[in-house]
Each structure stands twice: as C-alpha cells, then as structure tokens.
C-alpha cells in the first residue's frame, strides 16, 4: 500500500497501525515521510474498509449451496461424487 506526505507528496513510510475496531476494518496508520531534506513530516492517516466489489469464490458458492434444497443438495452431491 503506498501513503503519500499530505505536505510535499513524497512516498511516507508506515511505521505502526493502531486497529479501532473488533472487526479489524479500520485503523490508524503511524506514518513518517521520505522525503527527509525538506520534509520528515510525521501524521496519522485512518484506513478503512468500505465495501466490497467481487466477493470471494468460496463465499459466493457457499451462498448458492445454502439457497438449495435438501434434496437439490443431494443431487448436486451424487453429481459431483459420481
């Protein structure tokens, strides 16, 4: 993940994350900019998760199988085992 210097643009550096959450999908990141001559600003920036766009394989067809029947389960089965 790239962080940029809000103050001159250069490439900062995270040094430490602090999580806010149980979740996990939101955090503090412990930034310190490159550019050492003309800036070494150091600044928080909070990193959060929004949404998602494509959710994983294994998620969505564990969804699809849960939308089946007992019995559409049962032939699925015999149709892959077979």
């Given at each position: 993940m790239k962080?940029?210097?809000?103050?001159c643009s250069y490439?900062?550096?995270?040094?430490?994350r602090h999580i806010l959450n149980d979740d996990k999908?939101?955090?503090d990141l412990?930034?310190?900019?490159t550019?050492?001559?003309n800036c070494a600003?150091?600044?928080v920036y909070t990193l959060a998760y929004k949404h998602v766009l494509n959710p994983?394989?294994?998620?969505?067809?564990?969804n699809l199988v849960n939308t089946l029947t007992k019995e559409e389960k049962?032939?699925?089965?015999?149709?892959?085992f077979a």
């Open positions: 962080v940029v210097c809000p103050f490439k900062a550096l995270i040094t430490s999908t939101i955090a412990y930034c310190i900019c550019n050492t001559k600003a150091t600044f994983p394989a294994r998620t969505t067809a564990d049962a032939e699925l089965q015999r149709d892959m």
